[in-house]
C-alpha cells in the first residue's frame, strides 16, 4: 500500500488518486465548490488548496495525485485566509438572502460562508449575472446565484453526454449557456436534472420546489424508480402528503445519484385526478346483479376512441368487487375448467404480488395460465440465454460498464429507453472506450460511437454470424476457454462456414470492412485509441480458407474487457431466440464472459419486468424458473402451497390467450397491471378478444383503455404507494418504500389478490386456510416466495438494506452474485448453437413497400399510462409521430410537421410527420405510447418465435399516404 501524511495522519492511498480523494476516504474534511466525486477535477473555487511539505504555495488538493511520502497540511492559518478571501469573492456578486431563498439549508456556498464568518461582503457588491431562465416546467435558471463553478457542463459532457451547457462570455460578462442563450427546448438538453443535482448554490432549482418550503421542512424518504428496468434509488423530498421534488444519492446501487427526466421529474402521475379511487362494475353486469335497475349494453366505440368511458361504470364497495370477481371466476371454472380462465401479471407490480397472482392462479385456479409483458419483450432473452449459459438474465453489473474496453450496443436505443444505462456507456468512452453500435437507426449513442453499422431492418443477424465468421477466421477466440468451458463448438464452426462479411454485406447493407473492424474491435476488446489500421491485421488470403477448429488461435493475443448491451431490437423478432442466441456464441468464442465489465447484458424494459419472471409469472416455469413439466419440482413448490400437485402442462402466451377468448376457449381474464389494448400486436384483435370474455377484470391506477371493457374494475396502489421489491435488470432485489398514500380506497395490489383468493376458494367449496392467500405483509410473502424459489432463498426483507441484493442468492447467509458465470454457467457448460439467418416473417411488396418498425421515446414510458399523466413528460412530448427519412416523404410531398396516415395490412394510424435522417430510406419508426396513433393497430401477431412465442414489433410492412391529397 502506498502512503502520505494528511495533517500528521499516514493514510493509505490507491494508485492514480488525489489527495482531496484520499482525505475524503479517510474522513478528512477539505473545503470544495467546483469538485464532486463523479466528475473530472477542475481546480476552478481554489477552495481545496493544501500545503505541500516542500512546495512554496499551496495547490488545489482536487487535481493534486497522491505521492508516496508526500506530507499534507489541510489546515492552516495561511489556507484559512485564503480560503475567507476567495468566499468573500464568491459572496461580492452573489445574493446573500438565504432567509427567503429555496436552496436555504442545502447551499454549499452559505454553508462555507457560515464556517468561515462570512455575512456580507467587504468588497463592492455587485450581481453581474442577472439572467433569469424560467422556459421550461422542470427547473429554473437564476444566474444570480451562478458561482460558475462548472459542475452543471461537466455532469452534461461527463456523465449524460449531451453538452447542452458550457460556458460563455468572457470576465464579469461570463455564464453558463445554452448555444446562442437560447431556451433549452432548443438545445439538445433531455431534461434529466443531473445539472440541478450537482448544483451547489440556488442557480438551478426543481420547479416544483419553489415557494414550498425550505429543506428542513421536508421528509426525505427513499424508494426505487417505478419506470425502467435500470432500478435507480430515489430520494424524495415530501412535505405533509405531497412530494415536493425528487433526487438521487450517492449510495443508490445501480445509478449513484443520476437520474433520468422520467425518475426525477415523472412522479406526479400519482396526484392525477384520473386515479381510479374506488371499485366500479360495469352497468350491463351490475344491472344483471340487481346493483342497478337500467339496463345498458356495451357501446361498439372502441376504448380507442371513446370519449367518456367512466360512465360505462358505477362505484361498488370492497366487499361487493371482491366477491363479484370471485363468484365469477368460479362459475367459469367450474363450467369450463381452470383452463378457460387466463390472467396477466405486470411488470409493474412488486415482487411479491406477481408471485400471489401466479400463485392464484396455478393453486386457487387450477391453471398455467398466466404471462406477462415479457412476453412481448424478452420472451427470447430467458429462452436464449437460458439455452446458451442456464440463466436468462444479464451477467453483470451495470456499473461494471464503465470499465469497458469495448462495449457493443445492439437493438437498444439505450440513451432514451435506459438512460442511467447510458450514462455509464459514456463513462466508458470518456476512459477510451471503444463503442460499436449496430442499428438500423441512427440512436443517440451514436453520437459517442467509434463505429456505427446500420443494417437494415431485420438482417442484423447476418452481421452477427459473419463477425463470429471473421473472429474464427482470424484467430480471435479464446481457444482455452472454449476447450475448458463450453461444447458444441465443432457444429457452431462449421454452420458459419457460409456467413462471410461479403454475404453478410449482401443481405445487410453494412460493407463488409466495417464487420471485420466490428469482430476484432469486440473479440479483443480494444480501446478507442488501440485500433489503428485495422486492415493490416486482417490475412489477405483469409477469405479463401476454411473455417477449422485449430490450434490456429493466438494464446498470446492481448484481450481486454468488452460487452454486449442489447434489447427489444434483438428480441421482439420472430427469431430472437436465434438473434440472442447469436450474441451468446460470440460472447463464448471470445471468452467475454464471466468476469468484470464484460457480458451479455439484456436491458430489461419495465421497473420489475425481471423479477415478475424470477417469480414465475410464465405460462412455462414456476418460480424461480422450474419448468411446469418437472414433475419434482412442480411437486416441491405445491408441497410449499399445501396442495399435492400443480396443472402439470404448459399455459398460454399473451398471444395465444387473445387467440383462445375469439375462439371462446377461454372464457375470463384477470389482468393486473397491464393494457394489452396499447401494448399487444394487432389490437384491433385484441379487442375482438376481450370483448368475447364472459367476464373480464381489470386491476389497475387509471382507467386503461384495456379496463374500459372490463365488467369489474379493481383500484391499486402504484408503486410510490406501497411495499415490497423490484428486480432491476442487474438481477438486483430492492426494497420499495411507500411514499405517499394511495388516493381513496385504492388498495396495494397484494392485497386485493389475496382477498379474491380467500373467496374464489369459499366460492368453489375448497377447505379454508388449505392454501395461504392472508398475509400481514409483502415481507411474510417474500419470506414463502424464498422457500420455495431457489435462485431467492436468502432473499429476505430484513437483509436487503439500502443495497439490496443480487440473485442467485441460494441461502439466507449468501453474499448475491453480482457476475454470473466466473467459473461455472448455470448449466454447466456454456453451450454454442449452430443459427441460421432468417428474415422477418413479413417482407415489404409493391402494396406495402416501407418497413415499419416501433419503440420508446425518451420522455414516455410503455403505453403512457403514467407518463402521458406527468405535467413535465407531457409537455415535452404531448403528441406522437412517425419517423420518416426526406426521400420517402418526398415522394409523396408530406410536410415536415404536417399529416400522415401509415397503412399495414391489420389497419390504419393516422399521426404527424417527422422528417429525420435517424432512419434509412425505406423505413419509418412509430413510438407505442399514443392511443391516439396506436402503432399496434399497424403491428402483426402472426410468425411467432418458434421457441419465446415473442411477437414481431421491430419489422411489419407499411405505406404512408398523404391525406392532404385526399382532403
Not at 145 to 167: K, P
Not at 376 to 382: D, E, F, I, N, Y
Not at 405 to 424: D, F, K, Q, R
Not at 590 to 614: E, F, Y
Amino acid at each position: 500500500m502506498n502512503t502520505l501524511t494528511i495533517d500528521g495522519r499516514a493514510v493509505h492511498f490507491k494508485p492514480g488518486a488525489t489527495v482531496l480523494e484520499t482525505a475524503l476516504a479517510h474522513g478528512i474534511d477539505i473545503p470544495r465548490l467546483c469538485y464532486h466525486p463523479a466528475l473530472s477535477p477542475s481546480g476552478g473555487c481554489r477552495l481545496c488548496l493544501v500545503e505541500i511539505e516542500g512546495r512554496p504555495n499551496p495547490a488545489p488538493s482536487c487535481g493534486l495525485a497522491c505521492a508516496e511520502g508526500m506530507v499534507i497540511q489541510t489546515q492552516s492559518e495561511q489556507l484559512t485566509t485564503i480560503r475567507r478571501d476567495l468566499i468573500d469573492l464568491f459572496v461580492s456578486e452573489h445574493p446573500l438572502n438565504c432567509a427567503t431563498c429555496d436552496k436555504n439549508g442545502a447551499c454549499e456556498l452559505q454553508h462555507y460562508a457560515y464556517e468561515y464568518g462570512i455575512g456580507q461582503t467587504s468588497y463592492d457588491f455587485e450581481v453581474s449575472r442577472t439572467l433569469f431562465q424560467d422556459d421550461n416546467p422542470f427547473f429554473v435558471r437564476d444566474h444570480q446565484y451562478c458561482i460558475l463553478c462548472g459542475r452543471c457542463t461537466r455532469v452534461c459532457d461527463e456523465v449524460v453526454g449531451r453538452n447542452a451547457i458550457d460556458y460563455a462570455g468572457r470576465g464579469f460578462d461570463s455564464h453558463i449557456a445554452t448555444p446562442f442563450d437560447g431556451i433549452m427546448l432548443d438545445s439538445s438538453c433531455v431534461f434529466c436534472g443531473s445539472c440541478v443535482q450537482v448544483c451547489p448554490t440556488a442557480a438551478l432549482v426543481p420547479k416544483t420546489q419553489h415557494g414550498r418550503g425550505r429543506e428542513w421542512e421536508f421528509q426525505r424518504k427513499r424508494t426505487i424508480c417505478g419506470y425502467c428496468g435500470v432500478g435507480c434509488g430515489i430520494e424524495y423530498m415530501v412535505k405533509g402528503h405531497e412530494i415536493v421534488y425528487a433526487r438521487g444519492y450517492p449510495e443508490a446501487p445501480a445509478n449513484g445519484e443520476f437520474l433520468c427526466v422520467k425518475g426525477r421529474s415523472g412522479w406526479d402521475f400519482v396526484s392525477s385526478p384520473d386515479r381510479l379511487t374506488q371499485p366500479l362494475v360495469r352497468r350491463d353486469l351490475a344491472y344483471k346483479l340487481g346493483i342497478t335497475a337500467e339496463p345498458w349494453t356495451l357501446p361498439a366505440t372502441s376504448p380507442l376512441k371513446a370519449r367518456k368511458p367512466e360512465e360505462y361504470f358505477v362505484p361498488v364497495s370492497w366487499e361487493q368487487a371482491l366477491q363479484i370477481v370471485a363468484d365469477e371466476l368460479a362459475k367459469v371454472v367450474s363450467a369450463h375448467g381452470g383452463d378457460a380462465v387466463a390472467g396477466l401479471s405486470s411488470a409493474r407490480c412488486t415482487n411479491e404480488e406477481n408471485y400471489l397472482f401466479q400463485k392464484l392462479f396455478r393453486a386457487g385456479i387450477g391453471t398455467n395460465n398466466v404471462d406477462h409483458c415479457a412476453r412481448l419483450c424478452h420472451a427470447s432473452t430467458v429462452t436464449g440465454l437460458g439455452m446458451a449459459f442456464g440463466s436468462g438474465a444479464m451477467t453483470n453489473s451495470i456499473q461494471g460498464i464503465r470499465d469497458a474496453h469495448c462495449v457493443l450496443i445492439t437493438g437498444s436505443n439505450t440513451a432514451e429507453s435506459h438512460p442511467v444505462i447510458s450514462y455509464e456507456v459514456v463513462r466508458a468512452v470518456k476512459k477510451g472506450a471503444s463503442l460499436v453500435i449496430i442499428d438500423p437507426r441512427r440512436v443517440p449513442l451514436v453520437d459517442h460511437a467509434t463505429l456505427w453499422l446500420q443494417p437494415m431492418p431485420g438482417t442484423d443477424i447476418y452481421v452477427f454470424l459473419a463477425m463470429a465468421h471473421v473472429i474464427q477466421r482470424e484467430g480471435w477466440g479464446d481457444a482455452a476457454f472454449i476447450a475448458a468451458r463450453t461444447e458444441g463448438f465443432a457444429d457452431y464452426v462449421a454452420s458459419l462456414e457460409v456467413y462471410t462479411p461479403e454475404v453478410a454485406a449482401l443481405h445487410s447493407g453494412v460493407p463488409a470492412e466495417k464487420i471485420e473492424l466490428a469482430a476484432r474491435v469486440y473479440a479483443l476488446g480494444q480501446k478507442a485509441n488501440e485500433i489503428g489500421d485495422w486492415r493490416l491485421e486482417i490475412d489477405p488470403s483469409a477469405q479463401s480458407r476454411n473455417l477449422t477448429i485449430s490450434q490456429s488461435h493466438n494464446h498470446s493475443i492481448s484481450r481486454g474487457p468488452a460487452c454486449i448491451l442489447y434489447a427489444m431490437g434483438i428480441t421482439q423478432r420472430t427469431n430472437g431466440t436465434d438473434l440472442v442466441l447469436s450474441l451468446a456464441n460470440l460472447a463464448l468464442l471470445t471468452g467475454q464472459i464471466g468476469k468484470h465489465a464484460t457480458g451479455i447484458n439484456p436491458l430489461r424494459g419495465q421497473s420489475n419486468v425481471q423479477g415478475a419472471c424470477d417469480l414465475g409469472a410464465l405460462p412455462n416455469v414456476l418460480p424461480g424458473y422450474q419448468p411446469v413439466t418437472d414433475a419434482a419440482k412442480r411437486q416441491a413448490v405445491a408441497a410449499g402451497w399445501g396442495l399435492d400437485d400443480l396443472p402439470p402442462h404448459n399455459g398460454l402466451t399473451v398471444v395465444e390467450m387473445m387467440h383462445a377468448a375469439v375462439e371462446k376457449h377461454l372464457r375470463a381474464m384477470y389482468i393486473m397491471g397491464e393494457n394489452p389494448m396499447l401494448s399487444d400486436p394487432n389490437i384491433t384483435h385484441v379487442e375482438e378478444g376481450l370483448r368475447a370474455l364472459d367476464f373480464l377484470v381489470v386491476q389497475d391506477i387509471f382507467l386503461s383503455e384495456s379496463a374500459q371493457l372490463a365488467h369489474v374494475v379493481l383500484p391499486a396502489a402504484a408503486s410510490l404507494e406501497k411495499d415490497g421489491t423490484f428486480t432491476n435488470t442487474e438481477r438486483r432485489v430492492q426494497h420499495l418504500h411507500p411514499i405517499v398514500p394511495p388516493p381513496g380506497e385504492a388498495l396495494p395490489d397484494w392485497q386485493i389478490t389475496g382477498a379474491i383468493g380467500e373467496r374464489l376458494d369459499a366460492a368453489l367449496g375448497r377447505p379454508a386456510g388449505q392454501v395461504r392467500w392472508r398475509f400481514r405483509s409483502t415481507a411474510e410473502i417474500a419470506t414463502e416466495a424464498a422457500a420455495v424459489t431457489p435462485i431467492y432463498a436468502g432473499i429476505l426483507h430484513h437483509r436487503l438494506g439500502d443495497g439490496g441484493l443480487v440473485w442467485p442468492c441460494p441461502s439466507p447467509e449468501h453474499p448475491g452474485t453480482p457476475i454470473l458465470h466466473t467459473e461455472r454457467f448455470s448449466r454447466g457448460l456454456g453451450k454454442f448453437h449452430a443459427v441460421q439467418a432468417n428474415l422477418p416473417a413479413e417482407q415489404p411488396d409493391p402494396e406495402f413497400p416501407l418497413i415499419l418498425s416501433t419503440g420508446r421515446v425518451l420522455y414516455h414510458y410503455h403505453t403512457g399510462t403514467m407518463s402521458r399523466r406527468s405535467v413535465g413528460l407531457d409537455w415535452r412530448e404531448p403528441r406522437g409521430y412517425v419517423e420518416v427519412n426526406p426521400a420517402d416523404a418526398a415522394a409523396i410531398n408530406l410536410r415536415d410537421g404536417g399529416p400522415v396516415v401509415i397503412h399495414s395490412r391489420r389497419g390504419q394510424v393516422r399521426t404527424q410527420a417527422r422528417f429525420s435522417d435517424r432512419v434509412q430510406p425505406g423505413v419509418v419508426f412509430l413510438s407505442f405510447h399514443w392511443k391516439e396513433a396506436p402503432a399496434n393497430l399497424l403491428t402483426h401477431d402472426f410468425g411467432l418465435d418458434p421457441l419465446a412465442k415473442i411477437p414481431e414489433y421491430k419489422v411489419s410492412a407499411v405505406r404512408l399516404e398523404n391525406p392532404s391529397r385526399r382532403e
